[in-house]
Nanobody
Framework: QVQLVESGGGLEQAGGSLRLSCAAS????????MGWFRQAPGKEREFVAA????????YYADSVKGRFTISRDDAKNTVYLQMNSLKPEDTAVYYC????????????????WGQGTQVTVSS
């Protein structure tokens, strides 16, 4: 059974930084793509960033490009989302998710999900 456990959310002021972690377990993540999504109240879940496990190719939503960085630690089976220059509009529940073989920007493209971690950015 695949498990994804997010941590690192919290309350931060605009302009500040947070780092989210997603610890993965349960099967090999070779050939996988790990993604971060977020969902604000009353809005649909949206793509934030993704990274391919094998090569480490990265993908970002335009809204976070240049501010957020996704990375992975193979030895720890953990994916990170470093969030800098935070804005109030970044406030949302952040989820990590995993799929195998290929990249998707849609939530429906991912098979397993974590429980989510709240990020709140105050102005």
């Amino acid at each position: 059974q695949v498990q994804l456990v997010e941590s690192g959310g919290g309350l931060e002021q605009a302009g500040g930084s947070l780092r989210l972690s997603c610890a993965a377990s349960g099967r090999t993540f070779r050939d996988s793509t790990m993604g971060w999504f977020r969902q604000a109240p009353g809005k649909e879940r949206e793509f934030v960033a993704a990274i391919t496990w094998n090569i480490g190719s990265t993908y970002y939503a335009d809204s976070v490009k240049g501010r957020f960085t996704i990375s992975r630690d193979d030895a720890k089976n953990t994916v990170y989302l470093q969030m800098n220059s935070l804005k109030p509009e970044d406030t949302a529940v952040y989820y990590c998710a995993v799929r195998w073989f290929g990249v998707s920007y849609l939530p429906t493209g991912y098979k397993y999900w974590g429980q989510g971690t709240q990020v709140t950015v105050s102005s």
